[in-house]
């Protein structure tokens, strides 16, 4: 499956933005889909997961309360919804596939499938 990953912007600190994966060649019905992100000089974060397994959602604790992953099976997206936006989430934010375990799903190295990055640029 290809992902492509949009809805990056320029957005003032408290703002909001919706970001989308969308798949082809596949649908993300049978994959753990997560969201990660990278600043520059800094290792990539895990952002949040929609889990296949459970169908459960999970997320990082610094976007915990703000951020919102969902599934859109009509349209075979998956959505994250960033609200309260800080300038500490200006990154490039990655879509993924994959089958990690519950207990591993914040590990990048887990999700076999990327999509290309959208810049999320949130400014004071």
């Known amino acids: 499956v290809q992902l492509q990953a949009s809805g990056g912007g320029l957005v003032q600190a408290g703002g909001s933005l919706r970001l989308s994966c969308a798949a082809s060649?596949?649908?993300?019905?049978?994959?753990?889909v997560g969201w990660f992100r990278q600043a520059p000089g800094e290792q990539r974060e895990f952002v949040a997961a929609?889990?296949?397994?459970?169908?459960?959602?999970y997320y990082g604790d610094s976007v915990k309360g703000r951020f919102t992953i969902s599934r859109d099976k009509a349209k075979n997206t998956v959505n994250l919804q960033m609200d309260s936006l800080k300038p500490e989430d200006t990154a490039v934010y990655y879509c993924?596939?994959?089958?990690?375990?519950?207990?591993?799903?914040?590990?990048?190295?887990?999700?076999?499938?990327w999509g290309q990055g959208t810049q999320v640029t949130v400014s004071s």
């Open positions: 929609a889990a296949v397994q459970n169908m459960r959602t």
């Open positions: 060649g596949g649908t993300f019905s049978s994959y753990t």
């Open positions: 993924a596939a994959g089958r990690p375990i519950i207990s591993a799903i914040s590990d990048s190295r887990l999700y076999g499938n």
